[in-house]
């Protein structure tokens, strides 16, 4: 029994309730008996998914939402000032951080795959979990996306397979006890919350001292500093990687006409699989080996974990046609910091279209000034670059930053860039410029998706059809 279970027949109150994880976490705490109520400052998709399923959620954070609650849940982007925190505060009720709840949900699972990473982390724990689904396994699964075979982000299986994704943002995963712990990558991010990239790093060291004693580091073996922190921790070492010197590498790679990747599977010398992807980028290979090395580390077979992962058609929002307007098709992108962002873009110019454009919404004031120099060129490739304004999410306007600046320095660089501030912007500006033939490609961890459903409501053909 976990502490969770001592909730069973109670009320647990989450604030922030519609983000992608939270809302995913409803779903294990209502199968528990645990009953379950929220508020998120706006409406959105999963708040009216959560509705749905008869969730009460307030929209607005009052202190009167957390009144008769037994425990609170909360995100990290929520703030002890939050007045739901304060007046939880006040009653003495308890409270408890998402990435705590999600570490007591997977507490006692004999096998807890879990996927950190700067970037890649959704698709790559997506692909495991489908993987293991597929290979006659009953995984239980929380990923922070939403995945077709999911039939969202979470899937409630059995407690003894537990596949999460793990994030970093405020040191969250430190929550976690994994028994396989990837790492994809150590590229550096959240700046507001990390001194330096020595700090980030140390995280994830941190992060992998957490595994099992009988536990499984899977790391990129090009990466020195995700695999650097394995070696520290000294843990058993599983490498994926370009390279035959590491445990799995691609062979015989080949990219078909929209970029989507074909290769053998090489492990000890020899070839164990063949992998056809169905999603494009030179990175989705890294992302598809290390959910392959990690699936290995488990009962699935190496035929069924290949074979899953040619049936792979990616996360929501990750790489995601999303219609066509006037013969332009639509994509929108997660990606929000620059590798990200040139990670998506190199896959939008390997598809067919007369000009690509990339439009940005920049994420947080923080990682903007951090990584400006690399936000300047991340969408030189694209034909076009369109910047909206400065998506603020948790943090407030320091009044030294602005995506005018960005587009500044993109043209000084020699960027196509224009500064289209608003949705509405953005869209009147496509709408007088594009041509039938063009691609579109709306990146960003913000709200930007919107803009997609925005300008499909005046006209798109639906996703299916395409």
């Known amino acids: 029994m976990t502490d969770i279970d001592r909730y069973t027949g109670k009320r647990v109150h989450m604030i922030g309730i519609g983000g992608s994880s939270m809302s995913g976490l409803v779903d294990f705490l209502l199968a528990r008996g645990i009953k379950v109520t929220g508020s998120d400052r706006d409406n959105s998709h999963h708040v009216e998914a959560l509705v749905a399923k008869g969730v ?28 739901e925190r304060a007046e939880a505060k006040r009653l003495g009720i308890p409270e408890m951080e998402r990435s705590t709840l999600l570490g007591e949900l997977m507490r006692g699972a004999e096998t807890a795959i879990c996927v950190s990473g700067t970037h890649g982390k959704t698709t790559t724990s997506g692909m495991i979990g489908q993987a293991l689904m597929d290979a006659g396994l009953d995984p239980s699964v929380h990923i922070g996306g939403e995945l077709d075979s999911l039939h969202g982000g979470t899937r409630l299986g059995s407690r003894e397979l537990f596949v999460a994704e793990a994030c970093e943002y405020h040191s969250s995963f430190l ?68 390279s035959s010197n590491n445990d799995y590498s691609p062979a015989n790679l080949t990219y078909d006409d929209f970029g989507r990747p074909r290769f053998d599977v090489c492990h000890s010398g020899g070839t164990e699989a063949h992998i056809e992807l169905r999603i494009s980028g030179e990175f989705t290979v890294l992302n598809a080996l290390a959910a392959y090395a990690a699936c290995r580390q488990t009962a699935a077979a190496p035929a069924d974990i290949a074979a899953s992962l040619s049936r792979f058609t990616g996360v929501h929002r990750r790489f995601e046609l999303t219609g066509v307007v006037d013969g332009v098709r639509l994509y929108h992108d997660y990606g929000h910091n620059p590798d990200e962002m040139r990670a998506a873009v190199s896959v939008a110019m390997k598809q067919k279209a007369s000009r690509v454009w990339a439009v940005m919404q920049p994420h947080t004031y923080s990682r903007v000034k951090r990584l400006f120099d690399d936000y300047l060129t991340c969408t030189a490739a694209a034909d076009i670059t369109l910047v909206t304004d400065i998506c603020a999410a948790r943090e407030s306007d320091p009044g030294d930053i602005n995506s005018g600046m960005l587009v500044d320095g993109m043209r000084a660089r020699g960027v196509n860039a224009v500064l289209t501030p608003s949705f509405d912007d953005t869209e009147r500006y496509l709408r007088e410029h594009w041509q039938p033939g063009d691609l579109v490609l709306t990146m960003g961890c913000g709200d930007v998706n919107l803009l997609n459903e925005q300008i499909g409501k005046h006209g798109d053909t639906p996703k299916g059809q395409v």
């Open 56 to 83: 009460p959620v307030m929209i607005g954070h009052k202190a009167e939402n957390v009144h008769g609650a037994d425990l609170i849940v909360f995100s990290a982007a929520i703030h002890p000032d939050n007045p």
């Open 175 to 242: 929550e976690l006890r994994p028994s396989v712990a990837v790492v994809l990558n150590v590229a550096g991010d959240h700046f507001d919350y990390y001194r330096d990239m020595d700090d980030y790093e140390n995280a994830f060291y941190d992060f992998l001292d957490r595994l099992t004693p009988d536990g499984t580091a899977v790391c990129w073996g090009e990466d020195a500093r995700a695999l650097r922190p394995a070696i520290r921790a000294g843990k058993r070492i599983v490498t994926f990687g370009w």
